[in-house]
């Protein structure tokens, strides 16, 4: 069974960095496009950042120049660094892929997502 698995979430003063992962499981033979949403209390789901199976990144105009997304394929793991967090940020995340389950085939997953709570 594939299941994408995020970890890395937490509680971070303002300021602060953390760092998501987002580790798809199961019999795979790779993840195309990756993305990381998130949800804060009372609003609507937002895509934060972007990466191809090629790397090429796109990002919400609220993280770009504080946050990164990377992935590494020999590994089937989706990042996101965080840096310079603001109380604003806090939300649960998600990570969403499409994951190929065989050679022509792929399938679109969602994490159960992680708490990231920024606060002093």
């Known amino acids: 069974q594939v299941q994408l698995v995020e970890s890395g979430g937490g509680l971070v003063q303002p300021g602060g960095s953390l760092r998501l992962s987002c580790a798809a499981l199961?019999?795979?033979?790779?993840?195309?496009?990756a993305a990381w949403y998130r949800q804060a209390p009372g609003k609507e789901r937002e895509l934060v950042a972007v990466?191809?199976?090629?790397?090429?990144?796109n990002y919400a105009d609220s993280v770009k120049g504080r946050f990164t997304i990377s992935r590494d394929n020999a590994k089937n793991t989706v990042y996101l660094q965080m840096n310079s967090l603001k109380p604003e940020d806090t939300a649960v995340y998600y990570c969403?892929?499409?994951?190929?389950?065989?050679?022509?085939?792929?399938?679109?997953?969602w994490g159960q997502g992680t708490q990231v709570t920024v606060s002093s």
């Open positions: 990466i191809t199976s090629g790397g090429s990144t």
């Open positions: 199961g019999s795979i033979f790779g993840i195309n496009a």
């Open positions: 969403n892929a499409g994951i190929r389950v065989s050679r022509f085939s792929e399938h679109n997953y």
